[in-house]
Every structure is written in structure tokens, then in C-alpha cells.
């Protein structure tokens, strides 16, 4: 569905409503199987995207993504956790 150029959509693999622009969908699909490989599985990689993080403001990773600039953040962390880097 469209509003005013939001998409409003249920995310596939978390089960959520969102309301986004384009990009924020795009970075959502190439995240996940990104994320799932990261944490080892989709149950975990949702409960990661759902949960408020310290690291992003105590923010979760849903709500970063749909912020401007939110989206380098997100994949930034995700990339340091990754690589064992505590985030």
C-alpha cells in the first residue's frame, strides 16, 4: 500500500508492519540474509532487529534503519558484530 510516498507493508521474515520509502525495503532484503548468517538463524536475527540496542541509542535496529542515515548505521554494527567487535 502507498501513502504520500510511504510504503506501508508486512515484513516477510519479522512479522512486522512497517511504513518506509523504497530504500528502507531494499536494505531490509539485502540485510537479511546477511543477518541470518551473522547470528545463525532467523529466529535469532529477528529477535536482533526487534530488540532495543545500546549501541544505536538504545534503539532498534527496525526503527534505525527507517532514519535518515539509519541504514550505513545498521550495517556498520551489523558488520562489527560480525567480526567479534562488541556492539
Known amino acids: 500500500m502507498r501513502f504520500s510516498g ?10 512486522l508492519w512497517l511504513s518506509c520509502r523504497e ?8 540485510a537479511k540474509p546477511w543477518a541470518v548468517e551473522v547470528f545463525g538463524s532467523l529466529e535469532h ?5 526487534q530488540a532495543p540496542l545500546p549501541v544505536l541509542g538504545n534503539r532498534c535496529p527496525l526503527d534505525v534503519v527507517a532514519e535518515p542515515g539509519g541504514s550505513a548505521e545498521l550495517l556498520a ?11
Open 6 to 15: 510511504l510504503i506501508v507493508c508486512r515484513c516477510a521474515w519479522s512479522g
Open 23 to 30: 530504500p528502507v525495503l531494499s536494505l531490509c532484503r539485502s
Open 45 to 49: 536475527a529477528q529477535a536482533w532487529l
Open 77 to 87: 554494527t551489523l558488520g562489527r558484530i560480525e567480526h567479534g567487535v562488541f556492539s
